[in-house]
């Protein structure tokens, strides 16, 4: 293979690096804060959940339990920036279920921000990614994950009930979304 290149030395040599088998970049230092929209059961004592409250950001839901109230635009990390990652390597929540009960599937609104200790999906800074939906009903379990490749992030939402996934894929190019 030849590759014709007309810059400099360094870049020859970085190009002749990066196609070498087996020099791949194996980690990398998280630049963004990556996770999902979820939400939380309303405690009465949070004062966060109190002004989501004031703003309309919560709502009541029927449940097997009786109605209960919800606050939602919680974000949830998986990966905070920062952190070391590993090249493939997944990042997952489980154990998350359906909260209504006519729900027929779960959907994950992934998000991005640079900062490491960010709480909800509209704060400052946070960019929607993409999202992953999976079927799923009241009394079924799901979990989510996120995996760091070389030039795109992989998503999956799996029905640990049934086995089912369905995978997404984010490229870093955030500003082409």
Known sequence: ?????????????????????????????????????????YDKKNPEHKQRYAQGLTF????????????DGVFEALVK????????????QEDMCPIHINQTSAEFQLYSSSSPTVRWVDDGGMKKIGKVEIPCVHGQKTSISMSF???????????????????????????SL
């Open 60 to 71: 009541l839901n029927k449940t097997p339990r009786g109605k209960l109230r919800y606050v």
């Open 1 to 41: 293979m030849k590759i014709l290149l007309t810059t400099s030395t360094w870049l020859d040599d970085a190009v002749l690096f990066g196609l070498r088998k087996g020099s791949t970049i194996q980690s990398r230092v998280a630049r963004y804060t990556y996770g999902f929209n979820c939400v939380d059961q």
């Open 81 to 92: 920036q920062g952190s070391n990652i590993r090249v493939s390597e997944k990042h997952t």
């Open 149 to 175: 490749g070389n030039t795109e992030i992989m998503a999956s939402a799996t029905n640990t009930t049934t086995g089912l996934v369905r995978n997404a894929t984010i490229k870093y190019d955030f500003n």
